[in-house]
């Protein structure tokens, strides 16, 4: 038999979680398992633990660096059938399950990978260098050190984003730095955090203003540019313009597709996919799936990869088994509400699972070390040691 290759594109939470319960729960159990192998593509060789990059912002000296940006060579290095292709993905012809890359070397080479099973894991990224990984990371490194070396000078700060990472930085910053600098937050829209509940955002806004941050509703930053003196000048949609010695830009990401085939995306950009997480325009029997941010399904963040994972594995597990594992569990998405914001460092804002988190709680659970030492854990596959079984 031919080799079978798996191809997992994105090496974040979403492609490290499944290629994990792949190598240790299903690829072992396959008639012929040694003709199966999986890579994972993905342009770094680290991974990037993107929740505790707001702590970074302000301070150096509270998470390390290291933590957060793990050799995925660590957690994958046993699997005998595993290869790690540092590399963009640029085409997908499924006609011939071909996807075209660009390796991340000098020359940028151009090659091709096939796939007999394809998972679509990559993702979305960030407007900011500070909240996705740069290649190589020490890029990500020296971004981070350079923002610190900007904000020792900086007097007036400016924060574009009313989600969790610019009130997360706001609150970072306005706990360092609140009675000395001015720190803005347009949130862009009529409240903070308005995938959830108002009054958690009117207690988030609330936290803010007590550090002396300002928070601005109902106004955008539409462009920004350096002037001659290197302040940033920044265009507003109200017709004015405001200027900030250093721009902070947390407003959303952008989802990761411009390498798919139209026809697989929705009107959003995202993949479509049916219940089961296969891709809809694919077509029946092909062993195509998407999970994580990219997905039609997904409202965004990490409990709902998390939940989709285990359910996709043994969708995944059944196609390779030709039937012979019943098992095709649907996932939908997260529905019930869960957010957790740390304010500062003593106050964190949220709601899990739709029932208010209270301060204490939220600090205690994330505030104080914003789940940094989850890098190694995800890296490492902690969470996946047991096989889900439907």
């Known amino acids: 038999m031919p080799v079978h290759n798996i191809v997992v594109l994105g ?22 398992s040694s003709d199966y192998k999986l ?24 998470i390390a660096f290291d933590s957060i940006m793990t050799p995925i060579s660590q957690g994958f290095s046993a699997y005998k059938q595993f290869e790690l292709v540092q590399a963009y993905a640029r085409a997908i012809n ?6 075209t890359i660009e390796l991340v070397n000098a020359e940028k080479t151009s090659t091709t990978i096939h796939y007999d099973t394809l998972i679509i894991a990559t993702g979305a ?36 984003g009313g989600g969790a990472v610019g009130v997360e930085t706001a609150g970072e910053l306005g706990f360092d730095h609140g009675k000395k600098k001015d720190i803005i937050l347009y949130s862009g829209t009529t409240a903070l ?13 609330k936290y803010l203003n007590e550090m002396d941050v300002t928070v601005v509703h109902n106004i955008k930053i539409l462009s920004s540019g350096a002037d001659a003196d290197g ?39 995202a993949v479509a996919v049916d219940d089961t997480q296969r891709v809809k325009a694919a077509g029946q029997g092909a062993r195509v799936y ?41 996932y939908t998405g997260q529905k019930s509400e869960s957010m957790m914001v740390p304010v500062g460092r003593k106050r964190a804002v949220g709601v899990i699972f739709g029932y208010w988190l209270p301060s204490c709680i ?15 854990a995800t890296v490492m596959g902690d969470k996946w040691t047991k096989k889900k079984v439907y």
């Open 231 to 269: 302040k940033e000048v920044l265009h507003l949609s109200d017709g004015s313009k405001t200027t900030a010695d250093l721009f902070i830009d947390a407003r959303g990401s952008r989802l990761n597709n411009s390498y798919l085939p139209a026809s697989w995306l929705n009107e959003r950009g």
């Open 193 to 205: 955090l308005t995938r959830v509940r108002a009054d958690v955002g009117k207690r988030a806004e």
């Open 290 to 330: 998407a999970v994580g941010d990219i997905a039609s399904y997904s409202s965004g963040g990490i409990m709902d990869i998390q939940f989709a994972i285990p359910p996709l594995v043994a969708v995944i597990e059944h196609d390779l088994t030709g039937g012979e594992s019943k098992a095709q569990p649907e």
């Open 39 to 62: 890579i994972l593509v993905n342009p770094s060789d680290h991974f990037y633990f993107k929740p505790a990059s707001p702590r970074m912002t302000s301070r150096e000296d509270l």
């Open 125 to 160: 990224s960030s407007q900011s260098a500070l909240w996705s990984p740069a290649v190589p990371k020490e890029e990500t490194q020296a971004a981070l050190a350079e923002f610190r070396d900007k904000l020792k000078t900086a007097q007036r700060i400016v924060i574009a």
């Open 362 to 376: 939220g600090h205690m659970i994330k505030g104080k070390t914003f789940f940094a030492d989850q890098g190694v």
């Open 11 to 32: 090496g974040s939470f979403g492609g490290l979680g499944v290629s994990h319960n792949l190598l240790r729960h299903v690829i072992p159990q396959l008639p012929n």
């Open 94 to 99: 499924h006609e011939s399950r071909d996807i």
